[in-house]
């Protein structure tokens, strides 16, 4: 049963949408677990702080909307790019590193951005403080992840496994976002 349903959900057919539903997935997963860990911190400062399902809703809805980016991505760059030799896999890391990352970095913070009602001045002004030190991590995490991603893995994991990888990530772009400090506000 769960062997059919899987194949079914990686099959062309669905597969687009599974990817989509799965970034919104990953994305909430990842901003709860900081959502928790904020939580925490500020309950052994004898503060307190509650669960924000506005921010956990807004996290969903961006990781649903950067989805369908994320699924037609690699279906370019296998397009265009076909094979695993290891010319071709940096030039799609190269390729994933400045195009696709700053285009979802700043879709991510600009949407999420909006969605929290904030004005388009704010969240330029977010863009400018937090992209770089996003985008740096994002080099240094995803070059190695993406070389296992393009060297390895068949077209219909890529996303999914993009996705796994993103729960950790996730963690580390809410921690950024909505944190003060060195990548905060």
Known sequence: MIRHITRKLFSPKYLVWTNIAS???????????????????????????????????????IGIALGPFNHYWYVYLDRFFPGVAASTVATKIVLDEI?????????FLVGLGLLEGKPL???????????????????????PAQWINFRFLPFPGRVLYVNSLD???????????????PFGH
């Open 23 to 61: 970034g919104g997935i990953i994305l909430t997963c990842g901003d709860a677990v900081e959502q928790y860990r904020e939580i925490l911190k500020k309950r052994k400062q004898n503060k307190i702080q509650q669960w924000s399902f506005k921010r956990s809703g807004c996290m969903f809805a």
């Open 121 to 143: 001045t704010e969240c330029n002004t977010m863009v400018k403080e937090k992209f770089p030190t996003i985008w740096l991590m994002d080099v240094i995490v995803w070059t």
């Open 99 to 107: 195009i696709a990352s700053p285009v979802l970095t700043i879709s």
């Open 167 to 181: 729960m950790a990530w996730s963690t580390f772009i809410s921690f950024c976002t909505y944190t003060d400090g």
